[in-house]
């Protein structure tokens, strides 16, 4: 078997097994957020429902949170109503009373991502937990544990986030850059950062300065 058609099996079970795992969201349904949408670039996610275009998934290391989610003991996802937006989460895992996430990552971490406490964090409102934990596992098995107290601010952060959203998708109109990391690897890069040229062509004649009846002539 050629090389390249053992890497499109690769990208295509990674693909498969991805699509069976991520947390599905109705993209015509604008009254039920999700916090995963509101955790990252609004951007990103508001495309994600208007004109979604595949990810690009680099490797079984970034599925480990969705697995999680969906073995026995991953936790049941749960609703919080904001008036008449439903705020849906889903914690991978809940041990003790305390809220566990774990997320991969490609080196051991100083701190935790702020997108990952501010998940945890509504997460610990909406399941009336006080506290939990992030772990982060790398390729070679090393991990690394935060732990999270709960904080009003931070999840009124959120609550603020979700309004924005919900409006931005009301009045189909797309939320502002928040340039990030995540730009990098987001498969909308080309919508936020290059834009399309208007370029004329311009033939040598024109260049010299010539009509097209001099060079007849
Ligand atoms: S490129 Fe950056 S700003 Fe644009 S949608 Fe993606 S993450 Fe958001």
Excluded at 147 to 155: A, G, I, P, Q
Aim: proline content about 3%; aromatic content about 8%; charged content about 35%.
């Amino acid at each position: 078997m050629g090389d390249r058609d053992f890497r499109t099996i690769i990208k295509n079970s990674l693909d498969s097994i991805g699509k069976e795992l991520d947390i599905e969201i109705d993209p015509k349904d604008i009254q039920k957020i999700h916090l995963q949408e509101v955790v990252r670039c609004l951007r990103r996610s508001y495309y994600d429902r208007i004109e979604p275009r595949e990810i690009e998934r680099r490797g079984f290391n970034e599925l480990l949170s969705g697995l999680l989610r969906k073995l026995q003991y991953g936790s049941d996802p749960k609703e919080f109503s904001l008036d008449d937006i439903q705020i849906k989460a889903q914690a991978d895992m809940i041990v003790d009373d305390s809220i566990l996430l774990f997320r991969s990552a490609n080196e051991e971490l100083e701190n935790p991502l702020a997108n990952d406490l501010l998940y945890l964090n509504a997460c610990l409102w909406i399941y009336d937990k006080l506290d939990g934990m992030i772990i982060y596992i790398t390729g070679d098995r090393k991990e690394t544990t935060f732990s999270l107290t709960r904080n009003k601010k931070m999840f009124e952060e959120v609550i603020r986030r979700v309004r924005v959203l919900n409006n931005l998708l009301k009045e189909q109109k797309a939320p502002i850059l928040e340039p990030s990391v995540e730009c990098s690897e987001c498969q909308y890069y080309s919508k936020c950062y290059t834009k399309k040229t208007n370029t004329k062509q311009v033939t040598l004649a024109e260049m010299l300065g010539l009509g097209k009846k001099d060079l007849n002539e």
